[in-house]
C-alpha cells in the first residue's frame, strides 16, 4: 500500500523562527513534491524534486528551500516564518513525472 | 497561460439529484487532465484521470477539446460524495501538475 507520511499534522511556529517540514514516502518513488493548499486558491505548487539531491522550483517558492538528500525523504524549509506562510502543506510523490501523485496527510502550519 | 478554472467553489445538491462539477482548461499541448478529491479528514487522492476513460464511484469526465473542459458527472448523487474536488492539468512543458481552485460538493439528505 502506497505511504507517505509527514513529520506533524499541526505545528504552531513563532514569526522569524525556522521552520522544517518532513515528508517521508515508501513507494521507492522517484518524484516529490511540496503544495500549499489554501482556500480558494486550490494546490499551488512550491517546489519538487524529479532525483535525489535534484530540485526545481514551482509556482511560489519564495520564502522556501527544500533539501532531498534521499530518494525517500522530501523536506520543506522555511527560513524565516512569516504570518503568510500559515496554511496547510501537503507532500506527495510520484513514480513517473506524469502519473498519479500521491499524498500525505498535511501538515496544518501557523504562524503566530 | 497554461491554467486550470473551476467555477464553482461550492455546489450543494440533494441526494439523487444529477451532479456536474465544471472544469475549464488552457493548454496549448495535447492535455492530460485528472480529477482529485479529499473526503472529511482523508487525504488527497486521485479520483480519474481522462487516459483511462473509466468510471470511478460512478463519477465520469469526458475532455472536450472544443470546449478546452473536462467536466465531471454523476448521475445520481450520494450523501458520501459530499468532499472537496480539484481538477488538474498535467503541464508536458513544466512537469508540473497544475490544480484549479477546486470545488466544493455539498449532497443533503
Known amino acids: 500500500d502506497v505511504k507517505v507520511t509527514q513529520s506533524s499534522r499541526y505545528l504552531v511556529k513563532r514569526t522569524g523562527e525556522k521552520v522544517f517540514l518532513e515528508c517521508v514516502q515508501d513507494m521507492d518513488h522517484e518524484n516529490m513534491f511540496w503544495y500549499r493548499q489554501d482556500p480558494g486558491l486550490g494546490l499551488r505548487l512550491i517546489y519538487f524534486s524529479y532525483d535525489v539531491k535534484m530540485k526545481e522550483k514551482g509556482d511560489i517558492p519564495e520564502g522556501y528551500s527544500v533539501s532531498r538528500e534521499k530518494k525517500e525523504r522530501f523536506s520543506l524549509i522555511l527560513e524565516s516564518a512569516s504570518t503568510n506562510q500559515t496554511s496547510m502543506y501537503l507532500c506527495?510523490?510520484?513514480?513517473?513525472?506524469?502519473?498519479?501523485?500521491?499524498f500525505g496527510p498535511g501538515t496544518r502550519l501557523t504562524v503566530t | 497561460a497554461q491554467r486550470v478554472t473551476q467555477p464553482e467553489k461550492l455546489l450543494s445538491v440533494f441526494k439523487g439529484a444529477p451532479v456536474e462539477l465544471k472544469c475549464n482548461y488552457s493548454y496549448s499541448g495535447s492535455p492530460e487532465l485528472f480529477w482529485y478529491v479529499q473526503y472529511s479528514r482523508q487525504r488527497l487522492q486521485l479520483l480519474l484521470r481522462h487516459i483511462s476513460r473509466e468510471s470511478i464511484k460512478g463519477f465520469t469526465a469526458d475532455l472536450n477539446k472544443g470546449e478546452t473542459s473536462f467536466h465531471l458527472k454523476k448521475p445520481f448523487a450520494q450523501e458520501e460524495d459530499s468532499a472537496m474536488y480539484y481538477c488538474a492539468l498535467f503541464s508536458g512543458n513544466t512537469g508540473k501538475l497544475i490544480f484549479g481552485q477546486g470545488t466544493t460538493l455539498q449532497v443533503k439528505p
Open positions: 506527495a510523490s510520484s513514480q513517473q513525472i506524469f502519473t498519479e501523485q500521491y
